[in-house]
């Protein structure tokens, strides 16, 4: 029952984290504007994430527009790409992965034994993927907060740290959880397979101390002739 709620458990945390990973993706609240100095206009927002960026007027209308040239970004963004690309994908795969090897199910058979190593497989796919999810977003993070700080820079190019970046961090921590009880899982199921196997069972022992009791060995027999 335990090992069945670490299951549910993990496949939710999974789950929550895949669909962190398509969302932190498409949003393009990566990098937000700075208020500072000079550059007091409020009422205007300006939001790039990685697709696009939006401009948004005083809380009513928003503009959006995609990037025109891939290489014009800046190199963080660049490589935020096609990781955050690759995550999504590595996520789905280690979801469906985690699905197969659940109890529940019976797409795998009832081998408990391929049960074990789907959710293993499921587990590191999952850490894997948290680790993808946090490159990017750290080395977004760390640009934005070197350009913050570094007075070359001019104050309108600055920018902070936008609601995109928080829920990466959180997303790669729910999928690195999410594997490790998969990983937990897994472990749990080949200690008990093992278990399972060298020990034999009650039953077992007394029916072939009493078939060795009845059937008596050839030598004995011809000492009674």
Same mark, same amino acid.
């Given at each position: 029952?335990?090992?069945?709620?670490?299951?549910? $458990?993990? %496949?939710?945390?999974?789950? *929550?984290?895949?669909?962190?990973? *398509?969302?932190?993706?498409?949003?393009?609240? /990566?990098? *937000?504007?700075? &208020?500072?100095?000079?550059?007091? !206009?409020?009422?205007? @927002?300006?939001?790039?994430?990685?697709?696009?960026?939006?401009?948004?007027?005083?809380?009513?209308?928003?503009?959006?527009?995609?990037?025109?040239?891939? %290489?014009?970004?800046?190199?963080?963004?660049?490589?935020?790409?096609?990781?955050?690309?690759? $995550?999504?994908?590595?996520? &789905?795969?280690?979801?469906?992965? +985690?699905?197969?090897?659940?109890?529940?199910?019976?797409?795998?058979?009832? #081998?408990?034994? !391929?049960?074990?190593?789907?959710?293993?497989? +499921?587990?590191?796919? &999952?850490?894997?993927?948290?680790?993808?999810?946090?490159?990017?977003?750290? /080395?977004?993070? @760390?640009?934005?907060?070197?350009?913050?700080?570094?007075?070359?820079? #001019?104050?309108?190019?600055?920018?902070? %740290?936008?609601?995109? %970046?928080?829920?990466?961090?959180?997303? $790669?921590?729910?999928?690195? *959880?999410?594997?490790?009880? &998969?990983?937990?899982?897994?472990?749990?199921?080949?200690?008990?397979?093992?278990?399972?196997?060298?020990?034999?069972?009650?039953?077992?022992?007394?029916?072939?101390?009493?078939?060795?009791?009845?059937?008596?060995?050839?030598?004995?027999?011809?000492?009674?002739?």
């Amino acid at each position: 029952m335990a090992t069945y709620a670490l299951q549910i $458990a993990g %496949l939710v945390l999974g789950g *929550v984290g895949m669909v962190g990973t *398509v969302a932190v993706t498409v949003m393009p609240q /990566w990098r *937000v504007s700075a &208020f500072i100095g000079s550059n007091i !206009v409020v009422f205007e @927002n300006l939001w790039e994430g990685l697709w696009m960026s939006c401009m948004r007027h005083a809380n009513i209308r928003m503009q959006c527009k995609i990037y025109d040239s891939l %290489l014009a970004l800046s190199p963080d963004l660049q490589a935020a790409r096609g990781l955050m690309c690759a $995550a999504s994908v590595l996520a &789905f795969l280690a979801f469906m992965t +985690a699905v197969l090897g659940m109890q529940c199910t019976r797409c795998a058979g009832d #081998d408990e034994t !391929v049960k074990g190593h789907l959710l293993l497989t +499921a587990g590191v796919l &999952f850490i894997i993927t948290g680790l993808v999810v946090l490159i990017p977003v750290s /080395w977004v993070a @760390n640009s934005i907060i070197r350009d913050f700080y570094n007075p070359i820079v #001019d104050i309108a190019q600055k920018r902070e %740290l936008g609601e995109a %970046l928080y829920i990466g961090w959180t997303t $790669a921590l729910v999928l690195i *959880v999410g594997g490790m009880l &998969f990983c937990c899982v897994s472990c749990c199921h080949e200690k008990s397979s093992s278990y399972r196997y060298s020990i034999p069972s009650h039953r077992t022992t007394q029916k072939s101390y009493h078939t060795a009791k009845k059937s008596p060995s050839v030598y004995s027999r011809s000492q009674y002739v």
